[in-house]
């Protein structure tokens, strides 16, 4: 049975066929028949092509120089192409594309989200791609179609008496998959999947083995489940989670690891994972599943997500282990970089000199490692100027450092830029400062006459509905204030509307809108949603941790330098220097 949207992909497969190909994703939830609609149109389009479907990024790159002509290459489950090491990128892309071949690929509407929501080139690259939706449910005219279908098929029929779920997610187990989470046979079970579909959310894509299974097991089982020798969790889950339950569809599918005879793991059925995450999309993760995937995973490109994970969450102890095991293993130079970051932050600059001065012996062509020693060594005597004379160091970093430290001495060098006259360096400092909640700086700037700082906490005490404090200000003489005041008074009913805001933006994040994200957080911030903002942080959701930092800042949270420092524990926790 064809669907509406059948029509506009194999539009958009054809469109500039034979001259030239096209780069074509499919964006739509888990069991909606993406994969399927997207084989029946190639096969219908070009049915004497080669496919191919390479294994990683690096198996697709390896064509951009010498690219082929009139071949399929077929990236179901994008996402696994995209974050890696290397990336795709869109040079590749393009040079396939240029030659007359096709591209295609598959992603979740969350997953489309989080790679268009950034600058970098991949997310460019899937910005640039053709994107045909894929709804959910069927539209009255499917419907209809399917009806007809139904009077020769009791599959279909069955299906479409769900009304929980949509037809296509019936017939691909759906339901019956939810069940066995949501209904487990025992506490094993439950916790078994939810490790699994909690690491799929932390972008893992390799086969969990038993092992890193029963040990992040141990954070959801209750006490006196946990008594029992883990080899008896491992018997009672392992039956029921990945015993077909329609067809062969299981909740957790077993995977071999290249040779045959081989198991190297379970992966999570997508319906599921995607259901899972739906349900679990602001609980945190406990910390046995965090220290048993930043510990036993094994492949690059997963430690990298896990790493960009943990850092968007502030889960920075779990980041750390990640990307030392990237350094270590891999010899990463990203990872390095973001390690030396993270000790700069928690004042361990003599860790990450180190660390450096090896990366820059080892790697003298690393440009950025060379710079940021550089800088490095400059930070350390600016650190050193202002750190108490005889003073020796504590747990507690006093403020003035920390406030240095917290993001490499960029304010601290261009409030040095801007005392000399410099206006960009004026400019930039005061859009962080805006972007921090840095309210206490803002005002101390503002009083001394920069229009600037003035506009920048105006258009703070505007966002936070602060009537009061504009007020002050606009008769104190402050234009800025006078002019945000006047439309605040307009707007005065926005809160009322607040709840309403926030369900439809977080439905549109869900949805895979690249630009909800962005505009959550910010209505959180403006709303100094501490609650909200915590939530989205357990979620992941970009900019959620700059806008909590920013209300701790605003706030001066007593917390605020731990915080940016060392950040939170698995359960949200604000933790000290270890």
């Known amino acids: ?15 500039k066929l034979p001259d030239r190909g096209n780069f074509v994703v499919l964006v739509g939830g888990s069991s909606t028949g ?40 077929w990236l179901d489950e994008l996402h696994q192409y995209l974050g890696g090491h290397p990336p795709l990128t869109s040079e590749c892309v393009r040079a396939l594309v240029r030659h007359g071949n096709l591209v295609v690929g598959t992603l979740w509407p969350d997953q489309y989200a989080h790679w268009t929501a950034g600058r970098e080139d991949v997310h460019a690259l899937v910005k640039g791609a ?32 769900s009304e929980e779920v949509g037809m296509t997610q019936v017939l691909a187990g759906g339901p019956r998959l939810v069940m066995c989470w949501e209904q487990p046979a025992n506490a094993y079970v439950k916790a078994m999947i939810t490790a699994a579909a909690d690491a799929h959310r932390l972008g893992v894509q390799s086969p969990l083995s038993e092992e890193l299974l029963a040990n992040a097991m141990f954070g959801y089982l209750r006490p006196r489940h946990r008594v029992q020798p883990t080899q008896d969790w491992l018997t009672q889950a392992l039956p029921h989670a990945t015993g077909p339950l329609y067809g062969d569809v299981s909740p957790l599918l077993p995977a071999d690891d290249g040779r045959p005879g081989t198991l190297a793991g379970y992966t999570i059925a997508d319906y599921l994972a995607q259901h899972v995450r739906s349900k679990r999309r602001t609980e945190t993760i406990p910390h046995e599943a965090w220290h048993a995937l930043a510990t036993m995973l ?34 990463d130079g990203r990872a390095s970089a973001e390690l030396v970051d993270l000790f700069v932050r928690q004042d361990r600059l003599a860790e990450a000199q180190q660390m450096l001065t090896e990366r820059v012996a080892a790697h003298p062509e690393d440009r950025l490692a060379v710079k940021k020693l550089s800088r490095l060594q400059e930070l350390r ?5 202002v750190r108490p004379r005889g003073g020796r160091r504590t747990r507690q970093i006093p403020a003035e450092i920390a406030e240095i430290l917290a993001d490499g001495g960029v304010c601290d060098g261009l409030r040095q830029e801007a005392a000399a006259g410099d206006a960009m360096a004026t400019d930039r400092l005061v859009e962080i400062l805006l972007e921090r909640g840095c309210l206490r700086e803002l005002r101390v700037r503002a009083e001394q006459g920069d229009l600037r700082s003035a506009e920048a906490l105006a258009d703070l005490y505007a966002g ?15 234009r800025a204030a006078e002019l945000r005041l006047a439309k605040l008074e307009r707007d005065a009913d926005r809160s009322a509307d607040a709840s309403y805001e926030i369900d439809a933006l977080r439905k549109a994040v869900d949805e895979g809108d690249p630009e909800a994200p962005g505009k959550l957080c910010s209505l ?39 915080l940016r420092a060392f950040g939170l524990d698995a359960n949200g926790q604000i933790i000290s220097r270890e």
């Open 130 to 161: 053709f994107v045909v939706p894929v709804p959910d449910s069927l539209n009255s005219a499917e419907r209809a179609k399917a009806e007809e279908v139904a009077r020769q098929d009791s599959r279909i029929r069955d299906a479409l008496k």
């Open 524 to 562: 959180l911030f403006d709303l100094r949603d501490e609650v909200n903002l915590r939530a989205e942080l357990n979620a992941g959701t970009a900019g959620a941790a700059e806008r909590l930092l920013g209300l701790y800042t605003a706030q001066d949270h007593p917390s605020l330098i731990r």
């Open 1 to 15: 049975m064809t669907r509406d949207f059948d029509f506009l992909l194999r539009t958009a497969l054809a469109s």
């Open 298 to 331: 094994h492949r690059r490109d997963d430690l990298r997500r896990l790493a960009d994970g943990a850092s968007s969450r502030l889960r920075y102890r779990y980041a750390e282990i990640a990307l030392s095991r990237l350094v270590a293993e891999f010899d």
């Open 34 to 73: 993406k994969t399927r609609s997207l084989y029946e149109a190639v096969y219908e389009l070009v049915p004497d092509w080669w496919l191919i479907q390479p294994a990683e990024a690096s198996d697709l790159l390896k064509w951009k120089n010498s690219p082929p002509r009139g071949m399929v290459f």
């Open 464 to 478: 936070w509905g602060e009537v009061e404090l504009l007020r002050a200000r606009a008769e104190a003489g402050d």
């Open 381 to 385: 005597s600016r650190t050193d100027h």
